[in-house]
Nanobody, 120 residues
Framework: QVQLVESGGGLVQAGGSLRLSCAGS????????MGWYRQAPGKQRELVAT???????NYADSVKGRFTISRDNAKNTVYLEMNSLKPEDTGVYYC??????????????WGQGTQVTVSS
């Protein structure tokens, strides 16, 4: 069984910073990418940032220049450094682990989510 455990969420004032962590455990093989998604109340879950095994990164336009994703491959851990936070960054942040199965199909694992609230 694969488990993803997130930490680091909380309440912060606009302009502040937070660092999210997500540690994966269990039988983890053939990682395609790890990343972060978020869901604001009444909205669909959206991509925040992803990082591939080759450390290629992808960011939502809304967070470029403010958020930085990184990973520790040895620990199957992904981080999200969030700076210059805005109220619109508020939401539940979910860690994502995407693997490639033996039948060459992508499969996604999700963490339980961590709340980030940015006050104005």
């Amino acid at each position: 069984q694969v488990q993803l455990v997130e930490s680091g969420g909380g309440l912060v004032q606009a302009g502040g910073s937070l660092r999210l962590s997500c540690a994966g455990s269990g039988s983890i093989f053939n990682i395609r990418a790890m990343g972060w998604y978020r869901q604001a109340p009444g909205k669909q879950r959206e991509l925040v940032a992803t990082i591939t095994s080759g450390v290629g990164t992808n960011y939502a336009d809304s967070v470029k220049g403010r958020f930085t994703i990184s990973r520790d491959n040895a620990k199957n851990t992904v981080y999200l450094e969030m700076n210059s936070l805005k109220p619109e960054d508020t939401g539940v942040y979910y860690c994502n682990l995407r693997i490639v199965t033996m039948t060459s199909i992508d499969y996604n694992y999700w963490g339980q989510g961590t709340q980030v609230t940015v006050s104005s």
